[in-house]
């Protein structure tokens, strides 16, 4: 990433999180859920570009103790393939490094396009275990 764009501590503005959400392809949420994923977040870092604008974002959910689960890394269309993405998951996994007991346990739901850069900063499938999921409507 270059010194053109800056991590910000903390979660981006509501509006932001919903449009980085729907742009970046994952599946857009409403303004009641984003609110409620941006409160129960343990981490979370947004960045900006040169002009202030929100480009990126990611957070970690977590009990504080052992667990803790990467979530909605999303960078604009716009700013991708620079780093940014990658910067993002960085931060993250340093800031639960940093602050979260040792032998903290860190998962992910890695999409397709996003695997690789997860594979490389260590990321492991779990097989045999499978990533399952219970949508409540």
């Not at 970046?24 to 979370?44: D, F, H, R, V, Y």
């Not at 803790?68 to 890394?73: L, N, Y």
């Not at 040792?102 to 900063?121: F, I």
Request: aromatic share 8%; hydrophobic share 40%; with cysteine.
């Amino acid at each position: 990433m270059d010194t053109s764009y800056t991590i910000v501590v903390g979660p981006p503005p509501l509006p932001d999180y919903l449009r980085l959400r729907r742009d970046s392809g994952l599946t857009p949420k409403s303004a009641e859920q984003g609110a409620g994923a941006i409160a129960g977040s343990w981490t979370a870092c947004h960045v900006v570009d040169a002009d202030g604008a929100v480009v990126a974002m990611g957070r970690a959910i977590g009990d504080g103790g052992w667990y803790f689960h990467v979530a909605d890394i999303a960078t604009d269309p716009a700013h991708q393939r620079r780093g940014i993405g990658r910067a993002v998951v960085e931060w993250i996994v340093a800031d639960i490094r940093s602050r979260a007991p040792e032998g903290a346990y860190v998962t992910l739901v890695g999409d397709p396009p996003g695997q690789r850069l997860y594979r490389s900063l260590g990321f492991e499938d779990v097989a045999p275990s499978l990533g399952m999921a219970l949508p409540i409507d």
